[in-house]
Structures are given as structure tokens and as C-alpha cells.
């Protein structure tokens, strides 16, 4: 390995004049030392220590990624949104120089600490809910971002109007005619996204004159847990005909479960999901849903983290503006055909804050 040694005998001059060029403090070296040290460095190939790189300027140049997981060991890379997400951040904090380290959470007080005896220069979290930054705030003072955090203030965050877009997805289906709109989605008991969004969902169909609160149908945000949404959807009492849906997977799988039923979308039921990733499009019927720019997320949350560790102790809330995308999975209600498992299953609804059989 080329050392910085190599490189001051190849030049003639002393380690101290190469590592004061190859770390930029060259003020005082004269343009020709410099023009040879650089032009040394790059025919021996020298790929500078990122150790002694972070000992000698009291960084580590390490930024991790935090994210809060429902279970030991879930990177949720099976949640297509955050996959998404992870790979652009990867790409921000690469281009700042970085480097990114990923850990899996269930414990903000723990997390803290690892941040800790890692010497982490600042971190990113994604998935953390209010009670779970204010600890952290608590026990961790390095710069720290978050990415759709709701708290009271305090701290840098970075999301999107979470309620707009889900407003905006109901007004939708008010619009072709449904007043049977179910909100799908998990259960949410504090602030946070979920809770935006059936906020957002609450006030058109309050605007419409509709009662919100029957209208939670209790379903995890995967392709896998769809077969049961959709069973308790045909159930419900309601006679739902439409829904809005808190994640694009969930909304497709939807899809593929009412077709299993003999339900089309959007002949018999419409749809509205969230996030418009790629294969938003690639299913067949395309669907209709709320876009939130997931690459400009990930570049805002490492360009405040990037301002934090510049020295800046400000902290900024950005919020990006949804777009709902229209394409093929809404059209005015007509009668469901029967279902026979309307009359075999119960429906697991929210009702005003609790889970009922």
C-alpha cells in the first residue's frame, strides 16, 4: 500500500507538506510542491487511510442510517418505499464523501449508545416516532436528522404533507361518486404518517358530510397482508366501494386479492394508493396514487445533515409537496357483486381508537 512516506520520497519534500496538500491545507505550500505532490499521488495510486483520515481531523466520516424496525434484525428492505430510499440517501451521502452505515433499531436508548461507540459524524433516522426522538434527543448530541418525524419542533426533519396527499386521494373518489370509502392502513396509536394521512382522509369526507370514524380498515403495510384486508373490506357493513390506501404495495396486492374474489378494480371497487413507485405503473390496472418524490427526500435529509456538520444548529422542517397521479384504478361505484366471505368472516375495524372483532 503507497503511504504518505512514498509519496515524500518520490517528491523530495516532507510527510508534513504531502498530508498538508492531500488534506487541503496547503496555503503555505508553493504551486509547484503541490502541482508534484497531487501528480505523485495519482500515478502511485495513493488511496488515503480513512482511519488516520479520522484521526487527523477529528471525524470519522461515517454517517449512519437508523432504522426503526418492527422486529430484530428487519432492515425493511422488503418495504420497497424504504429500499428506495436507502439506495438515494446511499448515493447523497457517498457523494458528500462519506460513508453510510445502516443499523436496524427497536430501541432508541440503545441506538444512542451504539451511535456513540461508533463516532458516528451524524446520523439519519427514518421510522422514529415522537417519544422515540425526544429520547434520543436526550441521550445523543451529534447532528441528527429525521426523516417523517412528527414531533412539536426542535430538530432538522424532512417528510412530505402527509394529510394533503391523503385528502387529495379522497376528494378523488368523492369526486366519481363513492361514499363508502374505507381507509387501509396499520394501526397507528401515535402521531406520525398514518395518523396524517387519515387525518387528511377524515377532512374530505367531513367536507362531504361523512362520518370518518367506521371507515379504518387495520391492515400492515405489506403485499402479503393484503388477502386479509380484502376479506374484511367485502365484509364490512359498511359496503365499501372504494378505498384509499396508505402504501402502493398494499393498494396492488388489493388488487390481487379482489380478483381472487371475482372483484375488479376498478369496475367493482376503486383504489387510491401512496408513493407511486415504479411498478405503480407496470401493474395492470396502473394504478392511481399519491407520488411522493422519494430521491428529492433522501437528497434534503443529507443536505441538512451536510449543513449540521458544517456547524449550523438551526433546525429546519422540510416538507414536500404530494402529487396525486391518476391513471386506471378509480371509476364511479356501482353494486359489488356477493361475496361469500362477507358472510364467513368478521371484520377487524378501528372504531374511535380501538381494534374491534
Not at 501528480?39 to 484521526?55: F, G, K, M, V
Not at 457517498?94 to 453510510?100: D, E, M, N, Y
Not at 430501541?107 to 426522538?133: H, I, K, P, Q
Request: glycine share 6%; with cysteine.
Amino acid at each position: 500500500m503507497v503511504t504518505i512516506a512514498d509519496i515524500a520520497r518520490v517528491c523530495g519534500v516532507s510527510k508534513m507538506t504531502v498530508s498538508n496538500v492531500l488534506n487541503g491545507r496547503d496555503s503555505r505550500v508553493s504551486a509547484s510542491t503541490k502541482k508534484r505532490v497531487l501528480d505523485a499521488a495519482a500515478e502511485l495510486n495513493y488511496q488515503p487511510s480513512a482511519a488516520a483520515r479520522s484521526l487527523s481531523v477529528a471525524r470519522s466520516e461515517i454517517i449512519s442510517l437508523v432504522y426503526y424496525a418492527a422486529a430484530e434484525g428487519d432492515l425493511g428492505l422488503s418495504n420497497p418505499h424504504d429500499a428506495m430510499l436507502l439506495g438515494e440517501i446511499e448515493r447523497h451521502v457517498s457523494a458528500a464523501g462519506k460513508h453510510l452505515m445502516i443499523h436496524a433499531a427497536t430501541d432508541a436508548a440503545d441506538t444512542a449508545r451504539r451511535l456513540r461507540s461508533w463516532n458516528v459524524d451524524g446520523a439519519v433516522f427514518l421510522g422514529v416516532l415522537a417519544d422515540e426522538v425526544e429520547q434520543l434527543r436526550r441521550h445523543q448530541d451529534v447532528p441528527m436528522v429525521f426523516i417523517d418525524a412528527y414531533t412539536d419542533g426542535g430538530i432538522s426533519t424532512v417528510g412530505i404533507d402527509d394529510a394533503r396527499g391523503s385528502y387529495e386521494a379522497t376528494r378523488l373518489l368523492l369526486s366519481a361518486g363513492h361514499r363508502a370509502i374505507a381507509f387501509a392502513g396499520p394501526y397507528a396509536p401515535s402521531a406520525g404518517v398514518i395518523n396524517a394521512r387519515y387525518a387528511g382522509f377524515a377532512r374530505a369526507l367531513e367536507e362531504a358530510g361523512l362520518d370518518a370514524d367506521e371507515m379504518h380498515v387495520i391492515a400492515n403495510l405489506t403485499f402479503a397482508d393484503a388477502d386479509a384486508a380484502a376479506a374484511d373490506i367485502i365484509a364490512h357493513p359498511q359496503g365499501f366501494t372504494a378505498a384509499v390506501v396508505t402504501a402502493d404495495i398494499l393498494a396492488i396486492g388489493l388488487i390481487k386479492a379482489f380478483a381472487r374474489r371475482g372483484i375488479r378494480v376498478p369496475d367493482d371497487f376503486s383504489l387510491v394508493g401512496f408513493d407511486d413507485l415504479p411498478i405503480a405503473e407496470m401493474v395492470t390496472p396502473s394504478l392511481t396514487t399519491v407520488r411522493q418524490d422519494i430521491a428529492e427526500k433522501a437528497r434534503a435529509a443529507v443536505e441538512l445533515l451536510t449543513e449540521q456538520l458544517d456547524g449550523s444548529r438551526d433546525p429546519r422542517r422540510i416538507v414536500l409537496e404530494p402529487m396525486l397521479v391518476e391513471r386506471e384504478t378509480v371509476a364511479a361505484p356501482r353494486p359489488r357483486p356477493a361475496s361469500g366471505d362477507a358472510r364467513r368472516r368478521s371484520p377487524r375495524v378501528h372504531l374511535r381508537g380501538a381494534d374491534v372483532a
